[in-house]
């Protein structure tokens, strides 16, 4: 796969780049990638194929986001591949598909509003730019929306996060993917370096459908 420069996610991202909000230090990142295999992928796709099972495939992904088992073990690997793009200090290529659950679009723009409005209660009007440039690029309307939800809440790519989320935006038109994360520590944490993050407390779980 190959990220894509977009410049509109790009700021949001540097802007939740290790930022201090009050008493919260926050990560976060929005990043696009188009979802055209390449040779690390195709290599992936192959072991993904020799490894999960058709019934696994249609409990997981069918026919809620990928119609076809092919296009469930591809959504996969393009899953793992931007993962382990997004966080090169983890290896995310062994992920199985209960390892994501679906949600829909109205569901986590709520949830993830809910958390970030309290950073940006001085700008409101963040929120609404980040979603327009969200939109731009992956067609909210024609997505199927993943949620990393692992059983070890230590595989998670913000581990130990006050609250954490790291949603994906599939647009199966356009060939992409979006990645929305981001997590939140108390602002008297050490600086974040990229090696350690959280998971959502049962409280704040997404509901999933």
């Known amino acids: ?3 894509l420069d977009c410049p509109r996610l790009s700021l949001i991202t540097n802007s939740l780049d290790d930022t201090l909000f009050g008493d919260r230090r926050v990560r976060g990142q929005i ?3 188009s979802c055209k295999l390449a040779g690390d992928d195709k290599h992936m796709l192959k072991e993904f194929k020799e490894s999960a099972s058709e019934e696994h495939l249609k409990i997981h992904f069918v026919p809620a986001v990928a119609p076809t088992e092919s296009g469930g073990q591809r959504l996969m690997v393009n899953l793992m591949s931007a993962m382990n793009a997004s966080f090169p200090e983890q290896d995310f290529s062994k992920l199985t598909p209960d390892t994501f659950a679906v949600a829909s679009v109205e569901r986590v723009a709520r949830f993830s509003n809910e958390k970030l409005a309290t950073l940006y209660s001085n700008d409101p009007g963040v ?10 690029v992956i067609a909210l309307r024609e997505c199927k929306v993943l949620v990393f939800n692992p059983d070890n809440p230590e595989m998670h790519p913000y581990a130990g996060a006050l609250w954490n989320f790291a949603f994906f935006f599939y647009n199966p038109k356009l060939h992409r993917l979006l990645l929305f994360g981001c997590g939140a520590w108390s602002s008297a944490s050490p600086r974040i370096t990229g090696d350690g993050y959280g998971s959502l407390s049962d409280d704040d779980e997404v509901e999933m459908y």
């Not at 929120?127 to 731009?136: C, G, K, N, P, Y």
């Open 1 to 3: 796969m190959k990220f």
């Open 31 to 33: 990043e696009a990638y």
């Open 127 to 136: 929120l609404s730019d980040m979603w327009a440039a969200i939109d731009e």
